[in-house]
């Protein structure tokens, strides 16, 4: 049996991994909270905004967390854009066919990538990436302590935000009663088109964390995706701080599962908490009942 | 009515003659199309005509081709008696994921995730268990005789996917016109409403799915016996069923015809596209073009008509 | 009207032509028939840089062949590749298969992921075309009794047992130092094949396999898998994987530190000159069984130093494919012509010697080339060397790694 120096060490690294996927689960949960789709697109917009830190460092060595600023604002203005551009127009308001609209999307941006950047894998190469801490068992490298705490620092500007702002309360407003939104005011396509470039923005902070760490190809966005599902059904569709918790939650679990039932059959950990969660709870930890 | 008759009468009888004129690789087209249909249109049944939405209709495609698949290899069926077994194996999973999820209230959202969940847990326990050979795959013998199953000459895959579409087509047609196609459509457009009107809402949308699980399992046997080679990632990954939603909403969810005018469109520019970026050798890898310019149209496909292109051909039936 | 049209050519002039064209057929032939390949590869998708690795391999062999003079027994006659895109699936490359032959292809070249190539020389097989795979591990793929299918390259059979061998020399040329290990591979096909013969074989090489790790593709991290294995501490860790999973795993155990006598993976995706080059403390000293290319081979460097010339990377589906143009060519050199019984005949009966590969002269054996083997490698210096078998070797082993402080 795995003694609990390995376990504590699988439960900080299972901390550190949910830290990334929690900026990738909260921009897909106010999508979906807002907007009520579910955007097919996330895994694809994850890695442009990969592509874009790669880049940035290539060709100008800027490392990763100093490009924060620049790709969150990149990634907002490119998310605010396809929506209002091609997203919200072309979906006439309906729901299922923002669905295709945003397969479409996704195959498109990736094969765009595909024929302007190659299908070699790219890495980002830090002085730091080899640091780490380490406590008991576990060996936490520098990049990924310095993910979690971003990670979970964006999370509580962002949820600040959404809270005392005026553009977050109205975003609030829109996600709890569209029809209602729209009579005092509130220019709800805007919402929208904001909330969604809010999302990728959520994405281009992901993809400066994970660069140090991870790898950068055409299809490299879709691995945290499916995560993603999961944990915005476990936090509640909707729910931001569902979303953050969730990704920790997530994160521990695949790693205790991945320790206990070994690599593979451990994955069907996420899959199991995910039907579970639907049957038994599918408002999630925090979401409203429906 | 007569004329919709006669059209029908003459893409029935192009799509009999087709084989006997045309190159091998258009029969190979053909073959993909009608699959493509007759699993499409089970697709539509669960979430066309009773509109639950699924994202994971791979886990009944699946079920159906390793069910067959292991009585063949392992338990030395006939492939043709594997066939059934296969069906009803699909339609037990689809009750059980039905009972499952309705039980649970699951609508929308909701339900489309959960299915997309057991389609990985599946994918995940093919890949880690020995009795489906796990990630090797497993590889049928290729014996080609028609009482295994298997076809020496490609025509006979066409003309019984043409087959199964066409029965596909009949179940559809069917739904349009009896009592429980009118409820599937009374619990899609308003399940409340539904309810308040006596139909058992929990028992018709399991009956959907039951159905459209069946005939999702029949195709995963097809599939297996054709390309004789199946895999965790084949049977049950998130391709297969993408393909299933897309060709039947772009096609028009609910409608007949639906699944096959989308396999028809998606199949057509899938390969056209791909010839395209294959002509141009000078020009290096430039192949993703083809991929861009079939996202592009999908996307145009979608915002041009919403409702799909069987809306096109044909007004809306609508039940009282 | 007075037409009056001067005939450029005499009279004369054009009655001594007439008579050359009578006398002399082979001046005034026209250009041979060109022989089509089908090139069936996953260009897009997941897999797209193998793929595009591999057709690129494919259509520079066929230009080369092309600008040396074709075909010579038939005429001079060149090559023409028909390129196709699998997407991944199985249908799209079936359905490739297809459109090929009714474009009149002579034989086929892929398909990378053995899925594919499995169903793909099926469907040629209908049409007894000679189906040529360049990569693909599956032993599915030789061992259907089909009589189309020809792969060049070693089985995952061949490269294990060559590798554990030369894993045996190493190791007992270090002491022994090796006595455990972990193996990490890919759930798929390729992975679990792998890691399946290892299990049986090391404890003959007397090294006791503590555990087999299976992992998806893709892995999102690999922390956990680092942290096992080095609650197990093995002094080996075995690895089959894909390039991405492969490279990640590697720097994910360099950056935790895992003390290890030393890495040995079976057809490491990662292991390659990017890998090397980009990361070279984390490679260091990381030691591969591979499809590699002859070192001592002057054609092999000369391709090499091409490819690299023009910022792409020398891998293996470039040089095995590369290979395999050059073995249908010979074949189509010995048979004469691109008759389907006559080219595989010729290919059944090859004995072609792959230049730039370090094989003996080919031998087919129910479609298996017998004459093939894989090289086992060494990352030194932020380069690739040989470090077995003997005769093509460039360097010594350096195991047992030196630990970390």
Not at chain 2, 215 to 221: D, P, S, V
């Amino acid at each position: 049996m795995l003694d609990p120096g390995i376990l504590f060490a699988g439960v900080l690294n299972g901390l550190m991994a949910g830290g990334i996927y929690v900026l990738v689960a909260v921009g897909l949960t106010l999508i979906y909270g807002v907007l009520h789709i579910i955007n097919f697109a996330h895994g694809s917009l994850l890695m442009l905004a990969m592509y874009a830190v790669f880049f940035l460092w290539r060709l100008s060595g800027l490392d990763p967390y100093a490009a924060l600023p620049i790709v969150i604002g990149a990634a907002f203005a490119f998310g605010y854009l396809l929506y209002r551009l091609v997203i919200g127009r072309l979906s006439h308001g309906r729901d299922e066919n923002i669905l295709l609209i945003t397969l479409g999307v996704s195959i498109v941006i990736d094969n765009v990538a595909l024929l302007l950047f190659g299908g070699n894998t790219q890495t980002v190469e830090t002085p730091y990436a080899s640091s780490f801490v380490q406590l008991g068992d576990a060996f936490l490298p520098l990049p990924k302590i310095i993910s979690f705490v971003a990670s979970l620092l964006i999370c509580a500007l962002l949820g600040l935000f959404l809270a005392r702002s005026d553009t977050g309360k109205a975003i609030r407003a829109v996600a709890r009663e569209r029809q209602g939104a729209r009579l005092v005011g509130i220019d709800v396509d805007n919402i929208f088109a904001l909330s969604y470039g809010i999302g990728i923005a959520c994405l281009g902070a992901a993809a400066c964390l994970l660069m140090p760490t991870y790898y950068v190809t055409p299809s490299s966005g879709h691995a945290f995706v499916l995560v993603a599902f999961t944990i915005v059904v476990l936090g509640g569709m909707g729910s931001f701080a569902g979303a953050a918790v969730g990704g920790l939650i997530i994160g521990v679990v695949e790693s205790l599962g991945g320790l206990v039932l070994g690599e593979q059959l451990g994955q069907i950990g996420i899959s199991a908490i995910f039907i579970l969660i639907l049957l038994l709870k599918p408002s999630g930890l925090f979401g409203v009942r429906q | 009515m007569r004329r919709q008759g006669l059209l029908l009468a003459l893409a029935l009888a192009a799509a009999i003659v087709l084989p006997l004129v045309a190159p091998g690789y258009l029969v190979e087209v053909g073959v993909l199309v009608f699959f493509l249909a007759f699993i499409g249109q089970s697709w539509n049944i669960s979430g066309g005509f009773a509109g639950q939405t699924s994202f994971g209709h791979a886990v009944f495609f699946g079920t159906g081709a390793y069910t067959s698949t292991i009585l063949q290899i392992t338990f030395g069926w006939n492939a043709w008696l594997a066939w059934p077994a296969a069906v009803v194996a699909g339609a037990i999973v689809g009750w059980i994921i039905a009972i499952l999820s309705f039980r649970a209230g699951l609508r929308g959202s909701y339900f489309a995730l959960i299915t997309l969940a057991f389609a990985e847990a599946f994918r995940i326990l093919a890949n880690s268990v020995s009795f489906t050979h796990a990630g090797l795959g497993m590889l049928i013998k290729a014996d080609p005789r028609p009482a295994n199953f298997q076809f020496r000459d490609p025509i006979w895959f066409y003309y019984l996917a043409l087959a199964l579409c066409i029965v596909s087509l009949l179940i559809a047609w069917q739904l349009t016109r009896d009592r429980f196609g009118a409820r599937l459509v009374g619990v899609r457009e308003n399940e409340d409403a539904a309810r308040a009107l006596g139909i058992d809402v929990f028992a018709e949308k399991v009956k959907a799915l039951t159905l459209s699980g069946a005939i999702a399992a029949a195709g995963g046997t097809f599939y297996a016996q054709k390309y004789l080679y199946i895999d965790p990632n084949i049977a049950f990954g998130v391709d297969k069923s993408i393909e299933m939603l897309l060709v039947t909403m772009v096609g028009g969810a609910g409608t007949i015809f639906g699944p096959l005018l989308g396999a028809l469109t998606l199949t057509g520019v899938n390969e056209a596209t791909r010839a395209l970026a294959s002509i141009v050798p000078a020009l290096k890898n430039v192949q993703p073009l083809s991929l861009i310019v079939y996202g592009v149209m999908l996307i145009l496909i979608v915002g041009r008509l919403p409702d799909g292109l069987a809306r096109l051909f044909h007004r809306v039936q609508r039940h009282a | 009207m007075n037409r009056s049209i001067r005939c450029p050519l005499s009279r004369r002039t054009f009655l001594a032509g007439t008579a050359l064209a009578a006398g002399s057929p082979t001046i005034l032939r026209a250009q041979p028939a060109p022989v089509k390949v089908g090139l069936i590869h996953p260009v897009t998708g997941f897999v797209a840089y193998n793929g595009q690795q591999s057709r690129l391999g494919a259509t520079m062999a066929i230009d080369d062949l092309n600008k040396a003079g074709g075909i010579k027994s038939m005429g001079g006659a060149k090559l023409e590749p028909l390129l196709g895109d699998s997407q991944s699936k199985v249908e799209v490359g079936v359905s490739e298969v297809e459109k090929m032959h009714e474009q009149g292809a002579a034989a086929y070249i892929g398909c990378f992921q053995s899925p594919v190539g499995i169903a793909a020389s099926q469907a040629a097989a209908k049409y007894n075309t000679p189906f040529l795979i360049d990569v693909g591990a599956s032993d599915l793929l030789v061992t259907r009794g089909l009589k189309n299918v020809f792969r060049l390259k070693p089985g995952f059979g061949v490269c294990v047992d060559q590798g554990i061998a030369a894993l045996d020399s190493i190791n007992k040329a270090a002491g022994s130092p090796a006595k455990t290990a972990v193996i990490v591979h890919e759930s798929g096909e390729f992975g679990t094949g792998t890691s399946k013969l290892l299990s049986g074989k090391l404890p003959s090489i007397g090294i006791n396999v503590k555990e087999v790790i299976s992992h998806d593709n893709p892995t999102r991290n690999f922390d956990n898998i680092a942290l096992r294995i080095r609650s197990v501490a093995p002094d080996l860790v075995m690895m089959s994987n894909y390039q991405n999973e492969y490279v990640l795993l590697a720097r994910t155990l360099y950056q935790q530190k895992v003390n290890l006598a030393g890495f040995y993976s079976f057809l490491g995706g990662g292991f390659n000159y990017k890998f090397v080059k980009e990361m070279p403390d984390v490679s260091q000293y990381m030691m591969d069984t591979n499809h590699w290319f002859n070192p001592k081979s002057e054609k092999a460097q000369a391709l090499k130093k091409r490819v690299e010339a023009t910022k792409a990377l020398f891998t293996y589906e470039l040089y095995l494919s590369y290979s395999v143009v050059m073995l249908l060519a010979d074949a189509l050199e010995h048979a004469g012509s691109a008759d389907k019984e006559k080219l595989l005949a010729a290919l059944a009966a090859s004995t072609f010697k792959a230049e730039l590969m370090p094989y003996g002269p080919t031998k087919f054996v129910d479609g298996q080339n017998q004459g093939g083997r894989a090289m086992t490698l060494q990352s030194l210096k932020g380069d690739i060397e040989v470090i077995a078998p003997a005769e093509f070797a460039s360097a010594k082993a350096v195991f047992p790694r030196p630990k970390f402080t």
